[in-house]
């Protein structure tokens, strides 16, 4: 199998794990995102085998996949941002600053306005409200209908009168 076979037939077995993972079948969805990148690492596939981990309260191999993911193409956004919230879940939330200011720059992202949410989120764990302010306003700036980012600047307002 050549080059673009092994990449288009990555590419099919991502987006039926993707549905299976959609649909609940995380198992299969985990199946499925291994046979991808078997065929060809991609780093949406390895980032995406990380969602389905994380999914299952598997953190640490959520965070091994999207490092991974990062290794394959470093200009892919969602792994950082991924890493970051990962960190969250797990009560790092020093650790989890570098990788969402990461992905708030990174060139491959169609999603910037997640980062800055959750830097927010760490920010208003932390007891800074203004920097979270800050965050969840630029969230909102990239993503006018992004209802969290506005309901957390809502209850930061409340909290400042």
Known sequence: MDQKESLEKAVRL?????????DGE??????????????????EAHTFLGWTYSFQGRYEEAIDECQ????????FGNPYNDIGA????????????PWLEKATHA???????YPHFN??????????????????ERA???????????????????QLQ
Request: a neutral charge; charged letters at 25%.
């Open 86 to 97: 990962y960190l969250i879940n797990l009560g790092r939330l020093d650790e989890a600053i």
């Open 140 to 158: 909102l700036a990239i993503e006018p209908n992004y209802t969290s980012a506005r309901q957390a600047i809502e209850a930061i307002q409340q």
């Open 14 to 22: 991502f987006h039926e794990a993707y549905r299976r993972q959609m």
């Open 26 to 43: 995380l198992e299969e969805a985990i199946r499925l995102y291994r046979a991808s990148i078997v065929s060809h690492p991609t780093a």
């Open 119 to 136: 830097l927010g989120r760490v920010y208003l764990a932390k007891g800074m409200l203004k920097k979270a302010l800050e965050e969840f």
């Open 107 to 113: 060139p491959r992202y169609d999603a910037h306005h």
């Open 68 to 75: 991974k993911a990062i290794a394959v193409d470093p200009d």
